[in-house]
C-alpha cells in the first residue's frame, strides 16, 4: 500500500494517488502553542473520515529549523512531563483513527553519548508502555547521518535500541533516505542496512537525495524516488513486509512520479 505524508497535498488531492496518509504533527496547525486545540483536531479527523485513508501518524521530534514550531520540539533523549504528554497526544490520536504506527525520532546526543542513548532507551521504554495501554504500535525512525548529532543513524544502534527497550509496541520505521545518505550513496552497504534492520520493520518511508551532504537539509532533500540514487530494489530484502510505504516528499508531483517510478520495483514484494 502506497501513502503519502499530509505535508505533500491535501487529503482531496492525495485520495486518487495514494490509499494512506500520514498525519504530520508538527505541521498539522492543531496546536496552538504548546496547547491542542480540539477543534482543528475534530477537523481533520473527519476530513480523514471522508476519504477513507488507511493512516499513520508521525509524531513531534527535535529539528533544528526556523520553520518547525518551537512548542513541539521533542528530544526523545532529554524529555519531561510536556514532550511525554505530545507524544500521548499523538498515540491517543492514532488509537482514534486507527493508525497502524506513529512515527518517533530518535534522540541527540549530548557531552556524553552513552549516557543520551540510555536515557532515550528509558523514554523509549515509557512511550512503549503508553503505547501498549491504548494499543498502538511506535515505530522508531533511523536518522540522517550527516547531521552528527543524531543517535541510531546506523542499523546498528537502531536495533540495539529497539531489543533494549525490548517492547513488542516499539519497532522500527525504515528510512530509506536517510539510511541512504548514512551508507554515503553506496547500494551494497544500503543492502546491508536493510538486513541489519530485518524482521524489525514495520514502516517505510521513501525519498531520495544524492547520498552526500549537501548545503540543502544537509543532504536529507526529500526528492521523489528516482531523482537521486537510491538503489529501491532493496526494499525486496524487508522480509514478509506487509505495511505501507510512506511517500515522505513535499508535493503531489512528486508523489505521483514516485509512486510511478517505484511500482515496478515493488511488484516483487506483492
Known amino acids: 500500500m502506497f501513502g503519502a505524508s499530509s505535508f505533500a497535498a491535501f487529503p482531496a488531492e492525495l485520495k486518487d494517488h495514494v490509499n494512506s496518509i500520514e498525519l504530520y504533527i508538527p505541521k498539522l496547525d492543531i496546536y496552538e502553542g504548546k496547547r491542542l486545540q480540539t477543534s482543528r483536531l475534530e477537523k481533520v479527523v473527519d476530513e480523514l473520515s471522508v476519504y477513507g485513508f488507511a493512516s499513520t501518524v508521525h509524531a513531534p521530534y527535535f529539528a533544528d529549523s526556523s520553520t518547525y514550531p518551537e512548542a513541539l520540539l521533542v528530544d526523545t533523549a532529554s524529555m519531561g512531563?510536556?514532550?511525554?504528554?505530545?507524544?500521548?497526544?499523538s498515540i491517543a490520536l492514532a488509537t482514534?483513527?486507527?493508525?497502524?504506527?506513529v512515527v518517533l525520532h530518535p534522540g541527540r546526543i549530548g557531552p556524553d553519548r552513552q549516557k543520551s542513548f540510555s536515557s532515550m532507551v528509558e523514554n523509549l521504554r515509557d512511550l512503549a508502555s503508553t503505547a501498549e495501554d491504548y494499543g498502538v504500535l511506535l515505530g522508531l525512525e533511523n536518522k540522517e547521518s550527516?547531521?552528527?548529532l543524531n543517535l541510531c543513524c546506523e542499523a546498528e544502534e537502531l536495533v540495539r535500541a529497539i531489543d533494549a527497550v525490548g517492547s513488542d509496541h516499539l519497532k522500527a520505521t525504515f528510512d530509506i533516505g536517510h539510511a541512504n545518505l548514512a551508507c554515503g550513496g553506496d547500494p551494497?552497504?544500503?543492502?546491508g542496512f536493510v538486513q541489519a534492520l530485518g524482521k524489525h520493520i514495520v514502516h517505510v518511508h521513501l525519498h531520495d537525495n544524492?547520498?552526500?551532504k549537501t548545503p540543502v537539509y544537509d543532504g536529507?532533500?526529500?526528492?521523489?524516488?528516482?531523482?537521486g540514487c537510491v538503489d529501491y530494489s532493496v526494499l525486496n530484502l524487508i522480509p514478509d513486509y506487509r505495511g505501507i510505504y510512506n511517500l515522505e516528499v513535499f508535493s503531489l508531483e512528486d508523489v505521483r512520479a514516485g509512486k510511478e517510478f517505484l511500482e515496478n520495483i515493488l511488484k516483487n514484494n506483492e
Open 220 to 227: 536529507d532533500e526529500h526528492l521523489a524516488p528516482g531523482k
Open 210 to 212: 544524492s547520498g552526500q
Open 81 to 89: 512531563e510536556r514532550e511525554f504528554l505530545l507524544i500521548e497526544e
Open 188 to 191: 551494497e552497504k544500503l543492502g
Open 96 to 101: 482514534r483513527i486507527e493508525a497502524s504506527v
Open 146 to 148: 550527516t547531521d552528527p
